[in-house]
């Protein structure tokens, strides 16, 4: 699998239950400069509904999300 876009920072959420995934996101976006890119994967299927409303919410960009098992991986760029 090629890497659509070079991340700034990587997250691993496997294993985490609603709603950490998206607090550590939110927390990790900080560390990122304008313009960076997170990469997370995650196994809890709640994680897609809910990073993308953390997104639209927060005005940050989901740039990508696919599945490949029970392993979600999403890529979001830090906006303001």
Partial sequence: MSEPFLADLELDLKGLQCPMPVLKT???IKKVEIGGI???TATDPGVTADIAAWTKSTGNELIKME???KVI???VRRIK
């Fill in 73 to 75: 991986t999403f890529w």
């Fill in 67 to 69: 599945r490949e098992g």
């Fill in 26 to 28: 939110a927390s990790a």
């Fill in 38 to 40: 997170i990469k997370a």
